[in-house]
């Protein structure tokens, strides 16, 4: 990425402010000398605003960057001196979004081992597997996930919340950390809608670059005050985190989404930005909307595609401040949509920020038309070194298989239609279950709906639809059936049609195909 773009997009989003010189050369320091690993970024932020408050739990207690650096750094020694971590272990974090999970990340990057983010939806089952699968040597967990870590292996120590606080109080004094000689990866699982997630090594940021990235499309200050809604052991509320501290922002969180106690601390922190999946922004159009308004500046989404006509909705009651990032957790990022791209065309993914290189491409690996459904490959910075397991992904000339299909506009703008083995053939005709999804979803009694592909002994395959209605709506399904009939080919119509009270998802809000497909047997 060009040094004049760098310098102007930190310039223009405040970090490049004078500052006390011995502060912004310990800050430089800090970089040089821990890089820009979540430990490195809290380093940094902590040498120029040490003072500044960190993070804000849901019940109002605060930690400074200093305070929340002493802390990570008084139980790396602890878990170091008193559970044997060294460089290259792995240490699982099964935890909620509080500082405490923080701590436990940069704490284990700081010995340079890595940090395995579990995912809170997880089974016992899976979990046991997570952790036999990974090697973990440590694991981190909430107290309310005690019983279901009770079957783990003997050997693997865990620490809970209070454990944590003892490690914390009774770390080794004068025990000086130095930079470890490998840097500890962060381990993210994939979504695992379809099975036990698989473990994605995350590269670590080899310099402003990524940053730059995201800030220039998505307008984010230093210094803000973020609230991240997103867990923060998915990739987009990880990777809110990441930016937060370089921004040396002031982060806001609550261990569970709740939509009337997060409308409520955007107004009383204030909180300049919102990081969210799109399933929580269904949620905070059913509360009554504040009076006067969030200040907000920013509400950034990622995780799963915006249904219907949600991003206008969305914008009209709370100011066009939406921005949807369409990635995944291979590729970090691939597009993103800001507020006029989202008026213009809601369902859009928007477009490769700068230093990305999008291709839409044939079963051939030769690029197709605009309009063309085809696989969407991405090349960038923070593509993601391979699964854990030892597994990668297809490229092409530095490009990476996203495993999604999408096209292009005229206009450059992209659409996704939704994962390559989620379109299902019915009759031998091709049929994107997303499609009839954002069709059904402006249907003003339906609350969401997910369709999905199961087997038919005429067709191969045929359509379910599966809706959640608005509370006192109804519908019929031979209605449902004829909207769908008037707007879209007869092969997209699904002959079932579900009612049911939600949709199953996962911790991240992604719909768990696999719990609906139960229905048929």
């Known amino acids: 990425m060009d040094l004049p773009f760098i310098v102007a997009t930190l310039t223009r989003r405040g970090l490049l402010t004078p500052g006390r010189p011995i502060r912004v050369a310990s800050q430089l320091n800090a970089l040089r000398r821990w890089g820009w690993s979540l430990a490195g970024e809290l380093r940094q932020a902590a040498a120029r605003d040490p ?19 002493d802390r990570s750094e008084r139980l790396a020694r602890s878990l170091r001196a008193g559970l044997g971590v060294q460089t290259g272990d792995r240490v699982g974090l099964l935890c909620r979004n509080h500082h405490g999970l923080i701590e436990a990340i940069v704490a284990a990057m700081l010995l340079g081992a890595d940090a395995v983010l579990v995912n809170t939806g997880l089974s016992a089952a899976q979990l046991a597997t997570v952790t036999e699968e990974q090697g973990l040597r440590v694991l981190v967990h909430d107290a309310e996930f005690a019983e279901r870590v009770l079957g783990l292996p003997a050997e693997l120590h865990r620490v809970d919340e209070r454990r944590q606080e003892e490690l914390i109080a009774g770390a080794v004094p004068g025990d000086r950390l130095q930079p470890p000689e490998r840097d500890g990866r962060t381990i993210v699982l994939t979504s695992g809608t379809t099975g036990t997630p698989k473990g994605a090594r995350r590269p670590t940021p080899h310099g402003f670059g990524p940053l730059v990235s995201i800030i220039d499309r998505i307008p984010l200050h230093a210094r803000d005050t973020v609230m991240i809604a997103a867990p923060l052991f998915h990739t987009w509320g990880y990777a809110a985190l990441q930016v937060s501290f370089a921004l040396r922002a002031t982060v806001v969180l609550h261990r569970r ?5 997060t409308v409520a601390a955007l107004t009383a922190q204030p909180c300049d930005a919102l990081f969210a999946v799109p399933v929580m922004l269904q949620r905070l159009m059913e ?3 504040p009076q006067p308004r969030p200040p907000l500046k920013v509400v950034a989404v990622s995780g799963s595609a915006l249904p219907g006509n949600l991003a206008t909705a969305f914008m009209d009651r709370y100011g066009d401040v939406l921005y949807n990032l369409y990635g995944s957790t291979e590729v970090s990022w691939a597009s993103i949509a800001g507020p006029a791209e989202l008026r213009a065309a809601p369902t859009t993914a928007g477009r490769p920020p ?3 290189r999008l291709e839409i491409v044939d079963e051939a690996g030769q690029p197709v038309r605009d309009g063309q459904v085809g696989r969407i490959f991405v090349g960038n910075e923070m593509l993601f070194e391979g699964y ?20 292009l506009n005229p206009d450059g703008l992209l659409f996704v239609d939704g994962r390559a083995d989620d379109m299902i053939v019915s009759g031998g005709e091709n049929v994107f279950p997303s499609e009839v999804e954002d069709l059904i979803a402006r249907l003003p009694q339906v609350r969401e ?7 038919d002994p005429e067709y191969g395959q045929r359509l379910a639809a599966f809706l959640a209605l608005r509370p006192g709506e109804t519908l019929d399904p031979e209605a449902v059936r004829e909207y769908v009939r008037h707007y879209l080919a007869r092969f997209s119509v699904p002959r079932d049609v579900v009612f049911v009270k939600y949709l199953p ?17």
């Open 449 to 455: 709906v997910a369709v999905i592909g199961v087997p």
């Open 287 to 289: 509360v009554p909307p």
């Open 388 to 407: 854990t397991s030892g597994a990668g992904r297809e490229s092409r000339d530095g490009l990476l298989d996203t495993g999604d299909l999408g096209r």
């Open 51 to 69: 003072g500044r408050v960190a993070v804000v739990d849901e019940n109002g207690a605060t930690l400074t960057y200093q305070e929340l650096l």
């Open 354 to 356: 700068h230093g990305t």
């Open 505 to 521: 998802r996962n911790a991240t809000g992604k719909v768990l195909g696999r719990e609906l497909r139960r229905y048929f047997g």
């Open 257 to 261: 989404f709740d939509p009337a106690a």
